[in-house]
């Protein structure tokens, strides 16, 4: 007799904080602490808004000048204040070249600088509201996020409040905006942080469809029975070993109005695939135990995917978006895929299983051949941790993406460069193309070397002509607080892909 164990209740999680907007300068909010943005100039360091009242009342210069401030993007420097007031530290925090990314940085400086406080009232991205605001909350949304499962709770809780002083009602859009992004990336960072004896492929449905009950998303999801009925092969032998079967999770977005190019009748639509691996052993070749480590969070495509959608309709987003998350879980058992064994994916193409560990590959190409048949895009879009290889050519901190587009490549491109995940365009390079030669299928699922090429290779049969882009996302862990990341899994790809959507026109000269 088989016993079913009660699914583990999470704890309750810390949550970001929230942003006010307010026309006022920092000494009339009556803070217990204010942050002010410290700027490097030529001969000597400025203090920016808000230091005029301040620095009559304390010489914060020359506090600067004794503890050695450079002004360097998130320097943090405090300045104790004593007295009868409410007020009892002055943050001086520096924002480098008042770049995106040293707003950014400066943001994730002040949330770390605040951590268990009730508010902090900051002026830093009045220093320039259109460059500066949307890079300091993702800074400090992220740079606030915490994933524990602790039996006495949450080691510390992030500010509650970040009051944006010297800032009017006018930069409230742009807020909203900001906030929905940085969330966006904070709900990537939660579901892939998950362990996976809670996260499998039907507990990943069950967040989707609440989540599309709570954001106005349409939300339809395939069981195993039916994956095997309409000829998902590839999601279905890559989660048939496993004790919790598979799930394809579709998701569906409308916008309340249309671009300025189109009708909602005549809007274009946009396809996101995203892989869903809740736990990867490797299969039957199976993982050394220190690979396998932070497999829960192989499924960070599918919580980018998530995460994205969720917030389409916050940002405005012009266009029709389609979410597709391919979920399984890849466990060794007596039912599990072996090497040898051919798959038949949706459409009819096959791969020959050479590696069970490249497993994303397989579930990725089922539903990019349904999102072709079923939905024709104007773009198809697909993210995944999919191969160590990008993680060896580009380390930790960026991604790599293909395209078979130029114009949706330099839209990614931008994108890129205003959310601060960076991605790097990699070749698909048609020479390697016979490396994906089987003897007995349409294609070899484990082709070798150059291993990021190969896979992207072995995805671009699934695209039907449809103009495509790959980002391969293998960059998902932080091991430390590195800028606006703290550790643990980091959700890359949601910042990128809701900056580019958010867009007037996603999709302008894409396919032309």
Known sequence: MTTTLPSPALPTQVTPPTFTLSPLGPESLDAEIIALPVIPGDDALVIGPGAADLGDQHDLLGHLEFEGATGSAGEVTTYAVTGSGTLRRILLIGVGAQRRDDFRRAGAALARAVRDRSEVVTTIPAVDPEVGLEPFVAGATLGSFLFHWRSDG?????????????LGDDQAAALDRAQAIARAGWRARFFSSVPSNLKNPAWLAEQATSLGAETGLKVTVWGEDQL????????????????????????????????????????????????????????LNIK???????????????????????????????????????????????????????V?????????????????????????????????????????????????????????????????????????????????????????????????ADADNAPGGPGAITAALFLHHFTGGIPWAHLDVACGDAYADVHELTPGPTGFGARVLLTWLADADPLAGVGS
């Open 154 to 166: 949450a080691p510390w809780t992030p500010v509650e409040t970040i009051t944006l002083a010297d």
């Open 228 to 283: 095997a009925a309409e000829g998902f092969g590839g999601i279905v032998a890559v989660g048939q070993g496993s004790a919790t079967p598979p799930r394809l999770i579709r998701l569906d977005y409308t916008p309340r109005k249309a671009g300025r190019l189109n009708s909602l009748k005549t809007a274009p639509t946009v396809v996101l695939v995203g892989k869903g691996i809740t736990f990867d052993t490797g299969g």
């Open 288 to 342: 050394p135990g220190d690979g396998m480590i932070n497999m829960k969070r192989d499924m960070t495509g599918g919580a980018v995917v998530l995460a994205v959608m969720a917030a389409l309709a916050e940002v405005g987003c012009p266009v029709k978006v389609v979410g597709l998350i391919a979920a399984a879980e890849n466990a060794i058992s007596g039912s599990a895929l072996r090497p040898g064994d051919v």
């Open 344 to 440: 038949t994916h949706y459409g009819g193409r096959t791969s020959e299983v050479t590696n069970t560990d490249a497993e994303g590959r397989l579930v990725l190409a089922d539903a990019m051949a349904y999102a072709v048949d079923k939905i024709k895009p104007a773009a198809l879009v697909d993210i995944a941790t999919l191969t160590g290889a990008m993680r060896v050519a580009l380390g930790q901190t960026m991604a790599g993406y293909f395209a078979d587009d130029d114009a949706l490549a330099s839209l990614l491109s931008e994108a890129s460069d205003l959310s601060g995940e960076t991605l790097w365009r990699m070749p698909l390079v048609a020479d390697y193309e016979e490396k994906l030669a089987s003897k007995v």
